[in-house]
């Protein structure tokens, strides 16, 4: 996974460090250094060294004996940009008060390659078939969230984002091909909401709409997420979308507002 680039910035020793993070994911917390060398596509000598600075740092600790696994620090370079974009404290009493209204949970999520990555969420308690936090990827195409937030792009863009593999280890029961995907992302433009029916998983249903800055551009997806065997679509779609289209609205105007406030420089003058 380690990458090269020809660049003289281009700096080899973070990018693998990065890579060897990236190897752990859910269901697979604990690895050996034999498991992380293949995972991360590097030499046994080079991920041990990666991991015992990791470990110095307080991103890895030993487990199991002649095993690693993250630790919760690992959660603060997530959450840097999370609290460094401003969306979440900006979000947060409304999505409070559209979960109050819905008794439905909402998420925040963002796009990162083809897949969808959360940012935010306020939850109740749901058995759902899958588990949601921040920092869950999941496949975009298959999401209310990452249906809106493709179709915000150009078409070819959207196709060229969508040829990337998915890093969230999800395979969907609902595989589309390239008229399909163009066919649902031109519905989405068309009605400015994006609907999902146990697309991604079985039970899972959710509409998503977008959230968008002062001069109009898409910066994220607001959804509402339910259970399918609970919340029939009429519902989804009859009562609570148009509550989250409002909470959309007075995200994006409260973001829009933020934006528009003077940065003070460290001298103290406005800039």
């Not at 109740?124 to 809106?148: E, N, W, Y």
């Not at 509409?207 to 339910?226: K, Q």
């Amino acid at each position: 996974m380690a990458r090269r680039d020809d660049s003289p910035d281009f700096i080899e020793a973070i990018a693998r460090g990065l890579d060897v993070i990236r190897v752990f994911r859910a269901g697979q917390p604990v690895m050996t250094l034999a498991a992380v060398a293949t995972a991360s596509d590097l030499p046994r000598p080079t991920a041990r060294r990666i991991l015992k600075t990791l470990e110095q740092l307080g991103y890895v600790r030993q487990a199991g004996g002649s095993g690693f696994e993250l630790t919760p620090r690992v959660l603060d370079l997530g959450m840097s940009y999370v609290l460094s974009r401003g969306l979440w404290e900006i979000a947060r009493p409304h999505m409070e008060a559209l979960v109050a209204r819905t008794r439905e949970s909402s998420s925040i999520a963002q796009l990162d390659g083809s897949d969808i990555v959360y940012v935010a969420r306020v939850a109740v308690p749901k058995i759902v078939t899958l588990s949601v936090t921040i920092g869950t990827r999941f496949p975009a195409m298959q999401t209310s969230l990452g249906k809106v937030l493709l179709a915000a792009l150009p078409l070819a863009e959207a196709e060229r984002v969508l040829a990337e593999p998915s890093r969230s280890g999800i395979v969907t029961p609902w595989q589309p091909d390239t008229a399909e995907r163009a066919a649902a992302l031109r519905e989405v433009r068309a009605r400015g909401w994006a609907l999902t029916d146990e697309q991604l998983a079985p039970g899972i249903r959710s509409v998503a709409v977008p959230l968008r800055d002062g001069d109009g551009r898409v910066i994220a997806a607001l959804n509402v997420n339910s259970h399918a065997a609970e919340t029939p679509l009429e519902v989804l779609t009859g009562q609570h979308l148009p509550l989250l289209l409002q909470t959309a609205g007075a995200i994006s105007a409260d973001w829009a507002a933020c934006q528009g406030v003077p940065q003070v420089t460290t001298a103290g003058s406005a800039s």
